[in-house]
């Protein structure tokens, strides 16, 4: 199936810094989205991008849709500490069909 | 409101007993997924219902998998035989229409096999 390369594995930054994730794919999908899981919790949807190209933003949270639609990127500017945990993307082919990434360990030094 | 519940939140079990863990969607929701999430990994589609039955289970794994929505609410994920490999943790999700991107995560079933 669809395979998903989201990378880095894992950031450790200084607060206020900003932050940068992306993920690709070898296949075309209808739909990307990106997700935050803190720990002992489910998945919770940060951002969802409909169209190739479509940029937008969520706060401090900003995520693009890639041209090829086989990619995409997210963006967190000014981290703070409540930022700490995994980001996950996913990219939806089908209603039914969503396929994620293995995620992004985010921590942030005070 | 009530988000998505799963009960239990963990569950110890030995190689070859059967388990069941429930998931409760957010009232209204017509979709229900069930995800397996291994440590390290993101969550791995398993099935998907749209009201009380299943549309797509293409990714259980095996015939011990089964999972049953018998009134278009309350879901339950059955393992026959359990086996070590079958640790992880269990995520269901909700959507209040047929399979769009919006899926409501609920905290999940941590499944330990010995």
């Known amino acids: 199936g669809q395979q998903l390369n989201q990378s880095p594995q894992s950031m450790f930054i200084q607060e206020g810094e900003d932050v940068s994730m992306n993920c690709t794919s070898s296949s075309i999908f209808n739909t990307w989205l990106w997700y935050k899981q803190d720990p002992g919790e489910g998945p919770v949807l940060l951002i969802a991008l409909y169209k190739a190209g479509e940029l937008t933003s969520n706060g401090r949270l900003t995520a693009q849709f890639g041209i090829t639609r086989k990619d995409s990127f997210l963006n967190i500017s000014a981290s703070i500490p409540s930022d700490v945990g995994i980001y996950f993307c996913?990219?939806?082919?089908?209603?039914?069909?969503?396929?994620f990434g293995a995620g992004t360990r985010l921590t942030v030094k005070p | 409101g009530a988000g998505v519940s799963q009960t239990p939140s963990n569950k110890v079990t030995e190689k070859g007993k059967y388990v069941e863990l429930r998931c409760d969607p957010i009232s209204g929701h017509t979709a229900l997924y069930w995800y397996r999430q291994s440590l390290g990994q993101g969550p791995e589609f398993l099935i998907y219902f749209q009201g009380t039955g299943a549309a797509d289970d293409s990714g259980l794994p095996n015939d011990r998998f089964f999972a049953v929505r018998p009134e278009g609410s309350v879901s339950t994920l059955k393992i026959q035989r359990t086996e070590r490999g079958d640790s992880a943790v269990y995520l269901c999700?909700?959507?209040?229409?047929?399979?769009?991107?919006?899926?409501?995560f609920g905290p999940g079933t941590r499944l330990t096999v010995l």
């Open positions: 999700a909700s959507s209040p229409d047929s399979g769009g991107p919006h899926q409501y």
């Open positions: 996913a990219g939806q082919l089908r209603n039914n069909d969503m396929r």
